[in-house]
Each structure stands twice: as C-alpha cells, then as structure tokens.
C-alpha cells in the first residue's frame, strides 16, 4: 500500500516521524509531504532518513537539485500514485483550508486532486479544537466520508489540559492500514437491510416489542457500505444512529416493514432481515388509551405477517439471509428455519445471556443453504457482521455459480 503522509506544522509533527515508522512496519510505502508550516518544527531530512524517499517540501520548488524538494505538478502524481492519505498532525489551518477547499501548497493541492480515502488526525490547543469554527469544519470534512482519528484528551504543551493532543501514532497508523486492506467486494450490489425491534400499538401509547437494539443490523449496514454496496436499511424504532451513506427508511410496526422491504425489493441483490419482528400485534388497536377500570385484561392478538417466509418465496435469485433468535437448540432451530423459510443462510444467535440483543458483541452459528453450520466465535458486531459477508459470498459462488 502506498500512503501519503501529509505533515502540518504544530508541535506534534515529530510524531509524524513514529507514524512514518509504524506505517512502514506495517509494511507501507510512505511518501512525506511536509507543509511550511511543519518545517519549522523538523527537518525534512529526518523524514527523508526515515521513509528513504525525498520529502516533498513546497509547490514551486526549482529542481535545484535538492533531494528534499519537489517539482511543480508533483502533487497530481502524488495522488495518483498514493491510495491512502493521511494527514497528522491536523492543524486548524489545514482543516480549515481542506474544509473549504483553499489549495494554496503541496498538501493542500494534493488533496483536492486526491480521490482516495482520507484520514485526518488533528491536533491543536484544546480552545482551538473545540472553536465552534473548527468544529463546523470537522462536520463538512466527516460529511465527506473522511475518517478522524480523535485527538487524546491530556496536558497539551500550551500548557492547559483538554482535547488536541495528537493520538497515539500506532493508533493513527492502524486506522491507515486497516483502510489499505478494506475489501470492496460488494460493489455493484444493492443490500436491503432489515434491522431493530418493531412496535405493536396496543393503545395510542402503549405498544408491544422485543429487547432488540439494532446494533447488529446496524453493524451489517455499516460493513455493507464499506465494502462498496449500496445499502437500503429499513429500521424498526432504535437509538442509535444510521451508518454514513446509506438510505434509511424508518418503520414501526411489522407490518409497515413488510411495506417497505417489499417496496424495495427488486433492487436488491442480498437481503439481510436481521430485524427482530414482533410475531404477534393487535390488529385493530383502539383509538383511546386503555383505561384502568377492569380487574384483569386480556389482550387478543392476531399474527403478524412473516416477512422472511413472504420474500423466500418471492427471492428468485437474490442471497437471502435471516436470523433466529433463540434460547436453546440453536443449531437445529436455524437449520429449521433456514429450511421453512427458503433462506440461503440463517444467523443464529442464543439471546437472554449476555451477548445477543443489547451487546456491542456477539457469538452466532450460520447454518448454510449447502448444509455446513459454521461457528463464528465471540466478536464485535462489526467483525460478525464482515465474515456474515464474507460466508455470503462464498456461498453465492457454490450455489449460483453452478447455474
Ligand atoms: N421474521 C420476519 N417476520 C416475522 C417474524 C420474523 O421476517 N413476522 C424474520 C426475522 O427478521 C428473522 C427470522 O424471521 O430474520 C427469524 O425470526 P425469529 O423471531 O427467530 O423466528 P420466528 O419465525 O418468529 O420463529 P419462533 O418465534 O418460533 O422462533
């Protein structure tokens, strides 16, 4: 992988040396471009020593023959040839120039013409960072899909405490590498998914509903996107907040779910319904909230529509994936499952102990079309969620590839 190391003037620039270093040991080729600014902390040479490759100083430099200095349309090759960039430290100057769109040095013009990813690690006084100006521009700059790794809280060398120190350069360093390795392998598909619990009204304001929080759904979406899909995420009522770049379409009940999935259908190439979707509701609730005058209640409540068995039938050739939810037998049920509902793959997960519904973990079996169930142990959402993916796409192959 070969990275751009763009370098601001601030006090943190000669942590850009250890970045420098921990980006090469993971097995990076680095190219410096250091602003004016950032030369007055460190020399250029110690870059140049460090990656092997000139320093890229200034804009306009003459070829005088300097091995640190650059000729005038450098900055075109130089995001050209780079896949990454990656900008540490931040200043407030640079942000403000990238958030604007200002090319008036190297770096600044290297990034406009830049079309690859982007990450920024800024680091300033802590009134500068939390300036409602800086943070405006932090806002557009994310908007753009460029990924911040945070300043650390800590004693700065102006001498407050606070946000803007420089995070640590390993940190920095395995943000750029794990953006090196993302896989885009989902380009071209279109994914719809279901995630979150639903709501069955009871009354105008009671309802019922599950302990689902959609953050493995989320996590699906999210991982989706990254890998280069188009992702349409139809979600029940939850509290946390849509990954960047994908279109949400917010329902309530199981029943407007199964609306909008279906609406959506035929432009999806994989479904993943890892919603988890009240199996029962009050079909026509009363217009008034229910009062506390009888001694016992008895609610009558009707089936909801099974949206999973409804887009098993309707699939043709789409990769449809469901979850099972379960406290026992977790094996056999997805298998069941899988089978009832003409699923290509069912996600199993045990739910009531402590991974399942609420956790930022989890630990699921995934019972395949092709007859393996396969264990994936304990791990973030998010991980679960890549090798979900991952299986996805194997499986694909086994099954279509045939045809
Ligand atoms: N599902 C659905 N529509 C429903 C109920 C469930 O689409 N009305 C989907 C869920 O999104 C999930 C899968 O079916 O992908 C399995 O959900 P689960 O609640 O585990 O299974 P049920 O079919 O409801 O079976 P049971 O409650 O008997 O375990």
């Not at 800086?134 to 809280?153: C, F, I, S, W, Y």
Request: aromatic letters at 4%; a neutral charge.
């Amino acid at each position: 992988m070969n990275v751009l190391l763009g370098v601001g003037g601030g006090i943190a620039a000669y942590k850009a040396a250890e970045l420098a270093r921990a980006l090469m040991e993971g097995g990076a080729r680095v190219q410096v471009v250091m602003t004016a600014g950032a030369q007055e902390f460190v020399q250029p040479l110690t870059f140049a020593a460090l990656t092997g490759r000139k320093v890229i100083t200034d804009l306009f430099s003459s070829a005088s023959g300097d091995a640190t200095l650059s000729s005038a349309i450098e900055h075109i090759g130089a995001a050209q040839q780079n896949d990454v960039l990656v900008v540490a430290p931040a200043t407030a100057d640079l942000l403000a120039k990238f958030a604007n769109g200002l090319a008036d040095d190297f770096l600044t013009t290297t990034y406009l013409a830049f079309t690859g990813p982007v990450i920024l690690a800024p680091a300033m006084n802590t009134n500068m960072w939390l300036h409602q100006a800086t943070q405006e521009n932090m806002k557009r700059l994310r908007a753009r899909g460029h990924r911040v790794v945070e300043p650390d809280e800590g004693h700065l060398a102006c001498g407050m405490t606070g946000p803007g120190r420089l995070a640590s350069p390993d940190v920095i360093a395995s943000a750029v590498l794990a953006e090196g390795n993302r896989r885009y392998d989902l380009e071209g598909e279109t994914i719809l998914v279901t995630a979150g619990p639903t709501h069955e009204p009871l009354d105008p304001v009671r309802f019922l509903t599950n302990r689902s929080s959609g953050k493995m759904g989320y996590a699906i979406a999210e991982a989706a996107r990254e890998r280069g899909a188009r992702v349409i995420l139809v979600s029940g009522p939850v509290h946390i907040p849509a990954p960047r770049d994908v279109t949400l379409v917010p329902v309530r009940t199981a029943n407007e779910m199964r609306t909008a999935v279906l609406d959506r259908l035929a432009e999806a190439t994989i479904i993943v319904k890892s919603a988890a979707v009240a199996d029962f509701y009050v079909s026509s609730p009363p217009n008034q909230k229910i009062k506390k005058t009888a001694a016992r209640l008895s609610l009558e409540l009707d089936p909801t529509p099974d949206i999973l068995s409804e887009l098993g039938r309707k699939k043709e050739d789409r990769l449809l994936i469901g979850f099972a939810a379960e406290t026992e037998n977790l094996d056999r049920e997805a298998r069941r499952k899988l089978e009832a509902k003409n699923c290509d793959m069912i996600v199993g997960n045990l739910v009531g102990g402590d991974t399942g519904f609420d956790s930022d973990e989890n630990e699921v079996v995934l019972a395949l079309r092709t007859g393996e169930t396969l264990i994936v142990a304990r791990a973030s959402k998010r991980v679960i969620a890549d090798r979900i993916f991952d299986e996805a796409l194997r499986l694909r192959l086994a099954l279509y590839a045939r045809q």
